[in-house]
């Protein structure tokens, strides 16, 4: 089934295989658009702030949008006790990180940007995701098979280490992967 909003040409403004492949499975079709952006915060920013605004940051760091076209832009944090866990920057890093969530609750934040010629949205969208205890032998194997340093919060709850971690997840499972769909396709045909 194709997504009934055929007056945009969409532009997906993101790297990332997850939220092409989540597009596709919601039936939109779409050009892909990779962008270079520095991920600068403001130090008094508030973590409930900071997945939206570096969404609409992506979003401006493009080049305005032609009359038919609809730029989709997306920012994922995960939230521990008040502290945003970012991608890791290597191995050693993703195991502090998933040794930190491992037996807690956090939230993950997906902030999305939706910018047309004469229009703009955005908005964030959180679900809350708690692990089991893990195992080091456990976090050490995932990071070592799945090189997740492109996953915020050390990650991918469609892997492995969700299959065998996760205990309750409350609210979007799909914001977990980067991109909340429900809450975008209703975004999508405010448009």
Known sequence: MTLVLNSFNFILASKSPRRQQL???LGLTFEIATIEHDELL????HPDEVAEHLAVEKSHSMKDPKENELIITADTIVVLNGEILHKPKDEKEAIEMLGKLSGDSHRVDTG???RSKHKEISFTESTMVTFRTLEDKEIKQYVQQYKPLDKAGAYGIQEWIGYIGV????GC???VMGLPLSRLY???KSF
């Open 173 to 175: 499972y799909y914001n």
């Open 42 to 45: 403001q130090d008094e920013m």
């Open 167 to 170: 205990e309750r997840i409350e």
């Open 112 to 114: 999305v940007c939706l």
């Open 186 to 188: 209703s975004a999508l």
């Open 23 to 25: 597009l596709k499975e």
